[in-house]
């Protein structure tokens, strides 16, 4: 019986000591902004623009850290035409508005044509694609909820990360943070 009452006395006190750290993890786990923010426009919510894909500039807003994964969001400005491959999201629910320009934007089986003002929403495990069109600088406001790795991703991409990929790498590397190429560009496609 008092080997019993030791036993249990022991995981007690283990318990206890464990609670501070479980405590800790707990709340870094679910670390969140506590205080609204403002980001100016034509600026990066941390003053560091992510610079990629043949010469689109995205600039957070809000970003993954400030609300726990929950929404990532950002603008993105691309002054060449077209746009990114097919891909699907396992996870997220992407949105598009249109800041300025005009761009095709695919979701699903339908080609929609977006213009200043319009917002197209895609969502998870719907193969969709983008591709800025016409003259002239084109600006979106993109978002993902929740917002997986998907800002860890740009970041990584803007650093050069794919460069030295061979196409399964890169298929790999997409696969690990949330997305999977199922198809070209959209000017690419028949439409």
Same mark, same amino acid.
């Given at each position: 019986?008092?080997?019993? /009452?030791?036993l *249990? ?8 000591l464990?609670?501070?750290?479980s ?11 506590d205080k609204?923010f403002?980001?100016d ?7 560091h623009p992510? /610079?990629?894909? @043949?010469?689109? &500039?995205? +600039?957070?807003? %809000?970003?993954?850290k ?6 990532? +969001?950002?603008?993105? =400005? ?9 891909? &699907?999201?396992?996870?997220?629910? @992407?949105?598009?508005?249109?800041l ?5 934007? *695919? ?10 003002g319009?917002t !197209?929403f ?10 800025k ?5 084109g600006?979106?406001? +993109? /978002? ?12 990584? %991409? =803007?650093?050069? %990360?794919?460069?030295? +990929?061979s196409?399964?790498?890169?298929d ?9 190429? !199922? ?6 496609? *028949?439409?």
């Open positions: 019986m008092q080997r019993n /009452s030791f *249990k006395a022991g995981l007690a006190t283990a318990a206890f464990a609670s501070p750290f405590w800790a993890a707990d709340a870094l786990r679910n670390y969140r902004v609204g403002k980001v426009a034509g600026k990066d919510r941390f003053d992510i /610079s990629l894909f @043949e010469g689109d &500039t995205f +600039m957070t807003k %809000v970003s993954t400030d609300t726990n994964g929950d929404l990532y +969001m950002y603008e993105s =400005s691309r002054v060449k035409e077209g746009g990114p491959a097919l891909h &699907t999201h396992f996870d997220q629910d @992407e949105l598009w508005y249109v300025e320009g005009e761009f095709l934007i *695919k979701v699903g089986d339908v080609i929609h044509q977006a213009k200043t319009d !197209v895609g969502p998870r495990n719907v193969p969709h694609c983008f591709a069109i016409g003259p002239g600088a600006r979106l406001l +993109m /978002s993902f909820q929740p917002a997986g790795r998907m800002e860890e991703f740009f970041q990584k %991409v =803007s650093e050069g %990360v794919l460069k030295p +990929m196409e399964a790498q890169q790999k590397f997409r696969e690990d943070h949330g997305f999977k190429r !199922v198809g070209p560009p959209i000017n690419q496609l *028949k439409k």
